[in-house]
Structure formats: structure tokens, C-alpha cells
């Protein structure tokens, strides 16, 4: 897609977004966007054309060129179409038209006349036809770049935005990207096309005056339709805003649904939804109401419009200066002119909605990512994997630190653990080296390179994870541990299920890798999901391995049991490990001891034992919590071999 000069006016922070295709830098608030509509309307025509004329598919420039020939022809052929009934009518009358042209008998005119109309109708739905797949790629261009995007958001965005909103936010931005698409050049341009046509034969035929009425009815029938759309505007951001809403809670009571069992409040959660869902009804009342006033008000003035045109003709007629043909005639052309002043108003009304629709679509569009590459950034190259922490300050809220200039060193192929008491700055330290965020000040670098000047790709393609909540797709089991190399063979997925120790029960299911996981991986048990995720980091192979709490769902039993899996893949590669249990990390090079963003021991496990500080305070406190796990599980099983 070339570049082109942004059509929109930063209302916040300039920054560029680095996603293919044009992107807006900003939008107005709503407010703004209530004052300034029309801005608005053209900011998004300018935006979009685009995608409307991509330079890049000449397929599609020549069925836009087509739908327009097409779109000519047929307001043509209807402008010509009424004079077939006019001298049809004349002859039945038995007046002489004296045109050879029209010198046709009766039945012949009326049969033109029809035909006319139905070449009308095959010409604007080849333009429909051929425009659709126009309209149908811009949509998806558009789509694919909003999709693109919010995978380029900071983390922090995504632990505040609600996911049912934001789905319903895309959902509603497509189509009505969609609507402006179609209604702008399907609509729009017909419009402007019949109604210069109709003047002009209004004036050679029939005289200024009834230019004038057509004018005034014309200009009288927009400004109601805009003024109308414009406050109908304001209650259809309204229900949109209450339709989000009501999703947004129907989506996250769905996803904690066993909270909802847990606690009992299944009536609560409906009456929260319904709460939401009345505002809604509201909303969509008022929605529908203030339609029917806007077709009657648009009814109302083109009937007086007509009115008037009638009782000129009639006059006329009388008056001998017209036949009833040209009486006829003009009530032809003013029923045709209906249709698109009907469509000026649909027109108006669908951009309007549409724009309503998409107005939280560009806003998004408009977030700028808090991390992004620089220009030109080379990628990373890993020659051992030696991570070096140098002075780190870090903050998620400016009166809240999280991380007061820590330095460490983890060599190439060692393994260094983080321990510490919770909210110590743990997993902030795996956020940072991942660069879900960049550091307030001070420096992360792998063999020398810092990471803020290699691309966010090259960093993350390095690093293979075991999060502390594992989280997984609503895919099979396969997919799930296939997702750490798609490109990986089948028997490389099922050897990093035996090295993660979870190919037995994979074996034991009916469909054993085809099985659903459901939605998060809720179908798993959080052991066994967090054995999914050490295979699919297994299949990854990477360099440098990050452990974030990786054996924190399991028992103590499952945990030894896994951990020599742990130790083997760690086994020369640089290991960050994020440790709650310090039993998972004796055997680590050097533990470093965080307590309240600030590194208060380090060493060897039997170092920090011997120095009886707060590690060692930590490690007498869950050796005995492990101790009695142990014997509660060694008396479950004497009663299940009794059994």
C-alpha cells in the first residue's frame, strides 16, 4: 500500500504507528465529532479511498472504472425512460408527438418504457455485483490492519481493555466500514448523477419554475435529513455504548463462570446483564422512534414538493401549453426522483451510523504502541545468550515503584533464579526482558546488544517461555504444543510431550492430540496445562529460557517429578527462573533474593541458607508447608491401597 498523507489531525500524541497501510493519528473526541460531522465524513472518505482505489490491484481499479460506466448508463437509460410514457400517453390521447423517434405505436412505447426499466435494473446490479469484491477487500485490508495492531499494544493495554467490548468495537468498525464504502460510491454518486440530469430536462421542458421547487424541496429535504441524522447520531452512540456494555458483562461472567458457581450469584450476574440490557432497550426505543419521525418528515416535504409541481403541470395542461403526456411525464420523473432523494437521506443517515460505528475503531487505530522498534533496527544475534540487568528503574504508575536500579548478570548458559516475597517485582523482570515494556531508565542487554535497539521479533524468536498462568487456545491439544514451531514435524511435537511428561495422558484421551482443550485450556487441569506449555517451549528450542513460576500449578509430588524435565531443557542455555517455591531452584548458579524492587541477597542456594537472612526465613517456612503436602498425600494413598 503506497503512503499518503494522512488525512487526520492528531487531538492527543503524535506518533506513527508502524503497521502496513495508512493509519489515522488521531480522532476527535465526541464532542468534537458532534461539531464537526461533515469534517468528519470527509477525514473518513480521504482515509479510505485507499483501500477503495488500491494502486496495488489493477484487477480491482478496473472494476471500480466498470461499476462507475455502469452506474452512468443506467441513470441515462432512467432519465430517458419516462419520455417513452409521456409520448405513449400522448398517442393514446391522440396527439400527433411529430417526433419520428417516438413515432411508435402505443403498445410499443409502453413495452420501452418497461424494458427500459428493467435495463436499469440489470445495469445497477452489475455494478453492485461488480464493486462488491472492492468493498469486500478494503473491509478486509482494514480489518486484517486493526487486527495487526492491537497485536503491537503494550501489555498494559490489554491487562485494562474488556475483551467482550473490544470484539463488539471490531465487529461494529468492519461493517460499518463497510457501509460507508458501499453507500459513498454505490449511493452517492447516483444521486449527484440523477438529480443534474432532472434539472436540466426540468428546465429545457417545463421551465424555471419548476427548477426552482424541485431546488427548494431538494435543499429543504437534506437539511431535515441532515439536522435529523445528526440527533438521531447522539442516541445510536448511546446504544452502542449500552450494547458494549451489556456484552462486556456477558463475556466476562461467561469466562469466570466457575466464579459465578462458586459464590452462587448466577441471579446477580443476570440482573447486572439486565441492567445493562434495559439501558440498551432504552437506547434502541428511542433509535427506532426517532426513524419514524425522520420518514415522516421526509415524506411530509417531498409531498408538498410534489404538490406543487402537479398543480403547475395541471395548470398547464389547461392552459393548453402542456399535454397529458408532458402531466404524466412529470410525474414520472418525480417519482424517480423520490428513490434518490430517498437515498440522500439513507445515505446521510448510514454514514453517519457507520461513522458512529467506526468513530471507536480509529480511536483504537489511533493508540500508539508504548514499545516499538526503531527505525531500521537489526535483529538480534545471539552468540551465547549472556543477559545483563544494569541499573533497571522501572514503574507501571509513576507514584508506585516496582523495580529501584537493580543490576545483575546472568552468563551465557548459567541459570540465575529471582525469588522473593509477592509483589517484589518478580515477573516484571521476566515483562521487561521479554519488552512487553521499556525500562524507565538503565539498560537490558543480551551478548552486548541492548534490547531496545533490536526488533521486538528477533528479541522474542530468542526467548522461549513458561508462564506462570498458562493460558490456551480453544484448539486441540496438538495445536497447542505445535503453537512453539509451526513448522515442526508431528514427531517433534509428540517428543516434546515425552520431554515435557505429558505424552501418557495424552495417550490416555479418546482423541489423544486431536482433543479440544476449550476455551483458556479450562478443559485441562492448571497442571496439565502448564505441562502443555514446557512442550510447546521444549519444541521451540530457543537459546535463552525464561521459567516465570513454571511449576506453580503443580503439586509437590508432580513438581519433583517434572523438574529433572526443567533441568534438562535448561541445560546450556542462558535460564532466567521466576520462582515462588525455592525447592525448583537449589541447583541454580546464583539466586538472586528481590524484596521490594531492590536486590537484597544473592548467591548459591547453600550461601544464602548459611547467611539465615530472609531467603533462608522463606525457605524454613515452605519446607515445612511441603513437608506436610507429603504426608497428607502419602496418607491418601494408604487409604487408596486399602481400597
Known amino acids: 500500500m503506497p503512503s499518503q498523507a494522512n488525512p487526520y489531525k492528531n487531538t492527543a500524541k503524535n506518533s506513527a504507528i508502524p503497521t502496513a497501510g495508512p493509519k489515522p493519528d488521531g480522532w476527535a473526541s465526541q464532542s468534537q465529532a ?7 465524513v470527509i477525514r473518513t472518505l480521504a482515509y479510505l479511498w485507499p483501500y477503495i482505489w488500491p494502486q496495488d490491484r489493477r484487477d480491482l481499479q478496473r472494476r471500480v472504472f466498470i461499476a462507475a460506466l455502469f452506474l452512468i448508463v443506467a441513470k441515462l ?25 417516438f413515432a411508435l405505436p402505443p403498445l410499443m412505447l409502453i413495452v420501452a418504457f418497461i424494458v427500459g426499466r428493467i435495463m436499469v435494473s440489470g445495469f445497477t446490479q452489475l455494478r453492485d455485483a461488480l464493486f462488491a469484491r472492492v468493498g469486500q477487500h478494503a473491509v478486509r485490508k482494514l480489518a486484517l490492519q486493526t487486527f495487526t495492531h492491537m497485536h503491537q499494544l503494550s501489555l498494559r493495554f490489554h491487562l485494562e481493555r474488556r475483551t467482550g467490548g473490544l470484539s463488539r468495537l471490531i465487529e461494529r468498525g468492519t461493517k460499518g466500514i463497510e457501509s460507508i464504502v458501499r453507500y459513498t460510491v454505490l449511493s ?3 444521486v449527484i448523477i440523477e438529480f443534474v440530469l432532472y434539472l436540466g430536462i426540468f428546465a429545457y421542458y417545463f421551465g424555471w419554475a419548476y427548477v426552482g421547487v424541485i431546488a427548494v424541496t431538494v435543499l429543504a429535504y437534506s437539511l431535515f435529513t441532515i439536522k435529523t441524522s445528526d440527533w438521531r447520531t447522539k442516541i445510536r452512540r448511546d446504544m452502542n455504548r449500552s450494547d458494549t456494555a ?31 440490557m434495559a439501558r440498551y432497550e432504552a437506547a434502541a426505543t428511542k433509535t427506532w422512534t426517532s426513524l419514524g419521525w425522520l420518514n415522516f418528515g421526509q415524506a411530509l416535504i417531498f409531498s408538498v414538493g410534489m404538490l406543487a409541481c402537479m398543480i403547475l403541470s395541471a395548470q398547464a395542461v389547461q392552459n393548453g401549453t402542456q399535454t397529458i403526456g408532458d402531466f404524466v411525464m412529470v410525474h414520472v420523473f418525480l417519482m424517480q426522483l423520490a428513490q434518490p432523494l430517498g437515498f440522500i437521506g439513507a445515505v446521510y443517515r448510514e454514514i453517519r451510523q457507520a461513522l458512529t460505528d467506526i468513530e471507536s475503531m480509529f480511536q483504537l487505530l489511533a493508540i500508539p504502541p508504548e514499545v516499538s522498534d526503531k527505525d531500521n533496527a537489526p535483529d538480534l544475534a545471539v552468540r551465547g545468550g549472556h543477559i545483563r540487568f544494569n541499573n533497571v528503574r522501572f514503574h507501571y504508575h509513576a507514584n508506585r515503584s516496582i523495580l529501584q536500579g537493580i543490576s545483575f548478570d546472568v552468563p551465557a548458559g548459567q541459570t540465575v533464579a529471582i525469588v522473593g516475597p509477592s509483589g517484589a517485582g518478580k515477573s516484571t523482570i521476566s515483562r521487561l526482558l521479554l519488552r512487553f515494556y521499556d525500562v524507565k531508565s538503565g539498560s537490558i542487554s543480551i551478548d552486548g546488544q541492548d534490547i531496545r535497539d533490536v526488533t521486538q521479533n528477533s528479541l522474542r524468536a530468542a526467548m522461549g517461555v513458561v508462564p506462570q498462568d498458562t493460558v490456551l487456545f480453544n484448539d486441540t491439544i496438538g495445536y497447542n504444543i505445535h503453537y ?23 495417550a490416555q484421551l479418546p482423541d489423544g492430540y486431536d482433543t479440544e482443550v476449550g476455551e483458556r485450556g479450562l478443559k485441562l487441569s492448571g497442571g496439565e496445562k502448564q505441562r502443555v506449555a514446557i512442550a510447546r517451549t521444549i ?24 523438574k529433572s524435565a526443567l533441568d534438562k531443557i535448561a541445560k546450556d542455555r542462558t535460564t532466567v527462573v521466576i520462582a515462588h517455591r525455592l525447592s525448583t531452584v537449589t541447583d541454580a548458579d546464583e539466586i538472586i533474593v528481590l524484596d521490594g524492587g531492590e536486590i537484597k541477597e544473592r548467591g548459591t542456594h547453600a550461601y544464602l541458607l548459611a547467611q539465615n537472612g530472609l531467603y533462608a526465613t522463606m525457605w524454613a517456612r515452605q519446607q515445612a508447608v511441603s513437608d506436610a503436602e507429603l504426608r497428607l498425600q502419602a496418607l491418601n494413598d494408604e487409604d487408596t491401597a486399602a481400597i
Open 188 to 190: 452517492t454518486m447516483p
Open 77 to 101: 437509460i432512467t432519465a430517458a425512460t419516462p419520455f417513452f410514457f409521456k409520448y405513449a400517453t400522448d398517442a393514446l390521447a391522440g396527439e400527433n408527438t411529430g417526433l419520428p423517434l
Open 539 to 562: 519444541l521451540k528450542a530457543p537459546p535463552i529460557l525464561i521459567l516465570d513460576e513454571a511449576t506453580s500449578a503443580l503439586d509437590t509430588r508432580t513438581e519433583q517429578g517434572i
Open 34 to 40: 458532534d461539531e464537526t460531522g461533515q469534517q468528519s
Open 484 to 506: 512453539g514451531d509451526l513448522t515442526a514435524s508431528s514427531a517433534a511435537v509428540e517428543h516434546a510431550a515425552e520431554y515435557a511428561q505429558i505424552d501418557k495422558f495424552i
Open 246 to 276: 451489556a456484552n462486556s458483562k456477558a463475556v466476562d461472567a461467561l469466562l469466570n463462570f466457575e466464579t459465578v458457581k462458586y459464590f452462587g450469584n448466577e441471579s446477580a450476574e443476570a440482573q447486572r446483564f439486565d441492567r445493562s
